[in-house]
């Protein structure tokens, strides 16, 4: 049973920085792309960041792009989401998946953590 569990997130404000973390388990890690994802209020989910499962390549939504990090650590079944310079708008629910980065379907799926921005 593959399970994803996410953390880090909480209460910041505007130009601050958040870690959010997503320990994998129940099936082989390594060999899954990573993604982040977010959902505001009333809003559809929307892509944030991808990681091949070697971590050599990664993509990400323009909105988050040279302040978002996407980083695994195989070793410890974790991907991580740094996030710097945070907006206002950053304010969502992020989640983590596991599936297949160069297709982009994501089979597993986390329960999320919330992040806020105040301004």
């Known amino acids: 049973q593959v399970q994803l569990v996410e953390s880090g997130g909480g209460l910041v404000q505007a130009g601050g920085s958040l870690r959010l973390s997503c320990v994998f388990s129940?099936?082989?890690?390594?060999?899954?792309?990573m993604g982040w994802f977010r959902q505001a209020s009333g809003k559809e989910r929307e892509f944030v960041a991808r990681?091949?499962?070697?971590?050599?390549?990664?993509v990400y939504a323009e909105s988050v792009k040279g302040r978002f990090t996407i980083s695994r650590d195989n070793a410890k079944n974790t991907v991580y989401l740094q996030m710097n310079s945070l907006k206002p708008e950053d304010t969502a629910v992020y989640y983590c998946?596991?599936?297949?980065?160069?297709?982009?379907?994501?089979?597993?799926w986390g329960q999320g953590t919330q992040v806020t921005v105040s301004s």
């Open positions: 129940g099936r082989t890690f390594s060999t899954y792309g």
């Open positions: 998946a596991g599936g297949d980065y160069f297709r982009a379907k994501w089979d597993y």
């Open positions: 990681i091949r499962w070697s971590a050599g390549s990664s």
